[in-house]
């Protein structure tokens, strides 16, 4: 257990109802952020220290600061959500710190303690509760990162750290939250190779989507699928998310985790959810050859992208350079809705579960 605990100071002019309200009636994604963040700071041979909560602000950083020229920096991503009774609760954090320590250990980062990492997202949504949105599709979404402060311009390991969460009031990260995506293969472009920094959540793997993702968007398309790096056949991730296939007996596969594979928490979730529904669920490598064939021949009936943002979306068409095919009639199909409705209901608190994974805030 770490003996890090966090400071409040609170800020001292809170945006008015008025302006909150405005501010949330169409918030999108990404574009709406509370009043208050979590800092904490590294030093070596301190460890770590000055944790508090306190107004979100700008951050002072040399220009010689370590993330600026060699990338050491992760992130992690986790949503708060409004309960029938008012409340708040958070969906699995302790999932989000153990991913958050594994990343710092690949990044040659000091980890963070994960018992402060949750108090932190506790302590961050009890500040901000007038932030989550009470609507359908909003919560509160959380984005703790770490990043290496230390001036300095040799190529080492920093010693100095900063941890900082912000929040975001958020709506659904799609724009059709009922409806289906269509992705696009990248056939150039990879996201991750084996012995890199696949399984770790750092800026330099979203840096790298970012040119398959144009590519993605000037084709009409909203998500990017990977292959992998070495045969350039089998299905990895999509641009943020990972990727489940349906088949006509009601099985489910997606492909195993790897060290070029970001290991999702709602792809756990889902796992779990599904099996316990008495579905079928395989870890197993898939083709891109396969996914065209299996869909052609009616024997894939479904896929869908999962992620914290995503929940789970599902795929209607798939576009490329040689070819594009449409799964089913390109609508989110029976198995897909279900495993939303199991998991959304758990988030939000509406039915019970043994995993602890829904936390109460207040």
């Known amino acids: 257990m770490s003996d890090l605990t966090f400071e409040t100071h609170a800020h001292p002019a809170r945006r008015t109802s ?15 952020f509370t009043d208050h963040m979590v800092v904490a700071r590294y030093s070596a041979g301190r460890g770590w220290h000055d944790a508090r909560i306190q107004a979100r602000e700008a951050i002072p950083l040399d220009p010689a600061a370590a993330v600026l020229h060699y990338a050491q920096e992760i992130f992690e991503g ?6 029938a009774d008012g409340g708040a609760a958070l969906f699995r ?15 040659a980062m000091a980890p963070f303690p994960e018992d402060s990492f949750v108090a932190a997202m506790h302590k961050l949504v009890a500040i901000d509760r007038d932030w989550i949105p009470d609507t359908a599709d909003g919560s509160l979404y959380l984005r703790p990162f770490m990043i290496a402060n230390e001036a300095f311009l040799g190529v080492k390991p920093a010693s100095e750290y900063l941890f900082i969460t912000i929040a975001s009031a958020v709506g659904s990260y799609f724009k059709d939250p009922t409806g289906t995506v ?13 012995g890199g920094t696949g399984a770790a959540k750092c800026g330099g793997n979203y840096a790298a989507s970012l040119a398959a993702q144009a590519e993605a968007t000037r084709q009409g398309c909203e998500q990017v699928v990977f292959l992998d790096a070495a045969e350039r056949r089998y299905i990895e991730e999509l641009g943020g998310m990972n990727v489940f296939f349906v088949f006509e007996d009601g099985s489910l596969l997606t492909p195993p985790l790897s060290d070029s594979i970001l290991p999702g928490i709602t792809r756990d979730s ?37 992620g914290t943002a995503a ?18 009639d390109a ?4 198995v897909a809705r279900r495993l939303r409705s199991l998991l959304v209901d758990i988030q939000r608190g509406t039915t019970q579960e043994s995993h602890g994974w829904f936390q109460k805030v207040f």
């Open 18 to 32: 008025a302006e909150r309200a405005a501010l949330m009636e169409n918030p999108g994604f990404g574009k709406v």
């Open 78 to 83: 986790l949503k708060a959500y409004r309960t």
């Open 93 to 107: 954090p302790d999932a989000n710190a153990r991913r958050f320590r594994l990343s710092a250990e690949r990044m």
């Open 182 to 194: 269509t992705v696009w293969l990248s056939e150039h472009f990879t996201r991750a190779a084996p």
């Open 270 to 306: 889902v796992i779990t959810l599904a099996r316990e529904a008495g579905l079928t669920v395989k870890e197993e490598p898939y083709t891109i050859d396969a996914w065209r064939a299996d869909v052609r021949a009616g024997r894939l009936t479904e896929a869908f992208a999962c």
């Open 311 to 328: 929940v789970i979306t599902p795929i209607g068409t798939v576009k490329g350079r040689e070819d594009n095919f449409t799964i089913g």
């Open 331 to 334: 609508v989110a199909g029976p």
